[in-house]
Every structure is written in C-alpha cells, then in structure tokens.
C-alpha cells in the first residue's frame, strides 16, 4: 500500500515571494512522484514528474520538486510565485517504478495556494 | 489534438435516479480511471480499466458501475445506490508504468460536476 500527505492545507503567500509546498509518500515499492495543478472546475494539469535520474526535477511555470529518498519527500518549490498561481496544488506517487505494473496512482489531499497582491 | 473529453460538464440528478457520465479519449491509452473529488480529500478512485472488456474496483465503487467495450471509451454510471453523489468527477488515462516509457504518466479530462436536487 501506499500513501500521500500534503503537510499544508492551505498555503497565503505574497506576490512575488517563495514558496513550498511539502509532500511526504510511504510506499513499499519504489515509486515514481507527481505534482498536478488544478483551477477551479478543471480537470488536473501535470506540473512535474521524476521518474528517473536527477532528483531535482524542473516542470512548467517556474515550478520545482526535488525527489529526497531518504526523507521521503518530494516538495514543490518556485522562487517567485504570481497571482496566477493560485490553484489547488497535488502531489501523487505512483507504484509503477518497479516495471511490472500499469502502475496506480494515488493522491494527497491537495494544498491549496493562495498569492495576494 | 488528442486529450480525454468528459461531459457532460454540469449535471443534476434526481433522488432514485440513474445517470451514466461520458468519458473519450482519443491518446491511444490502454489504461483508463474515473476519480471522485470532495473538497479536502483529494481524488479517490471509484473504478479503473487496463484493458477492454477487463476492469476493477478502486477504493470507493459502491454505488457505482462501468463498462470498457471500446478502448476510447469508459463511461461511469452512478446509481440510484450512492447515496451521496453529489462530486466533480474525473477521468483519465495513461499508457502501462511497466512500458518504462518517460510519457509515463496520467492524463486528466476537464470533469464533470454531478449534483443531486
């Protein structure tokens, strides 16, 4: 089995300023990671994904996650965050790593990010 | 382009009633997966498809029922048996994790919001 926890609910961040967004996963079985943007009443847009190789993965819109083995941890971070940023963030794991699988992917409960002017 | 298309986007439903959600895709994917998400739980998974005519139970399929005749297609019929249906529901499709392809990865349609009146 396998899980996700998103240690923050909600996220408020000024425009213009740093931010994180943390995730922690538990699984038996090596793992591929994911983090998904949604808007309000959309379906879930890929933002990054680590499947193999450098542990500090770049995705769209600025955004980056570092894949942390030993601490379990794949955060999400971006130096500069905008208005249009703010959306519902969620990080998901994947049990497909071992290359036996369709692989099954299952959610955290989802960051909300908030950037005020 | 190709992509996974729900509809309807709104959709009511009457106490007692049956409604069957839509979902297409036109990527090739053998894999196909319908969540459901409320607010501050994330995505679950009601059902999932890995091949036609060939699908399971996700983690909360009661209430619900699905079919896979055709690879494009996995429509999602939630019955008069789920007793709180009011979601946004989501549908997606992905090609094998076992393929070790770097388009390894889920791929989401818009979602459809079902309310019960």
């Known amino acids: 089995a396998q899980s996700v926890t998103q240690l923050d609910s909600q996220v408020p961040v000024f425009e213009e300023a740093p931010v994180e967004l943390r995730c922690n996963y538990s699984?038996?079985?090596?793992?591929?990671l994911f983090w998904y943007v949604q808007y309000p009443n959309q379906g879930l847009q890929l933002l990054l994904k680590y499947l193999s190789g450098s542990t500090l993965v770049k995705g769209i819109n600025g955004f980056e996650a570092e894949f942390n083995k030993s601490q379990t941890s794949f955060h999400l971070r971006k130096p500069s965050v905008h208005i249009s940023d703010t959306a519902e963030y969620f990080c998901?794991?994947?049990?497909?790593?071992?290359?036996?699988?369709?692989?099954?992917?299952?959610f955290g409960q989802g960051t909300i990010l908030t950037v005020h002017p | 382009d190709g992509g996974i298309t729900q509809s309807p986007k709104y959709l009511f439903r009457k106490e007692g009633q049956n409604v069957t959600l839509s979902c297409e895709q036109n990527l090739n994917h053998d894999a196909m997966y319908w969540y459901r998400q409320d607010p501050g739980q994330g995505l679950r998974l009601i059902y999932y498809?890995?091949?036609?005519?060939?699908?399971q139970k996700g983690d909360i399929a009661e209430g619900y029922s699905v079919s896979r005749e055709k690879k494009e297609s996995f429509p999602l019929t939630v019955t008069s048996a789920q007793k709180n249906p009011t979601a946004f529901y989501l549908c997606?499709?992905?090609?094998?994790?076992?393929?070790?392809?770097?388009?390894?990865?889920?791929?989401f349609g818009s979602g459809t919001r079902l309310t019960v009146v």
């Open positions: 998901a794991v994947s049990d497909g790593a071992g290359g036996t699988s369709y692989g099954k992917l299952t």
């Open positions: 498809s890995q091949i036609v005519n060939d699908f």
């Open positions: 699984s038996s079985v090596s793992v591929y």
């Open positions: 997606a499709s992905s090609i094998p994790a076992r393929d070790l392809s770097p388009n390894y990865g889920y791929t």
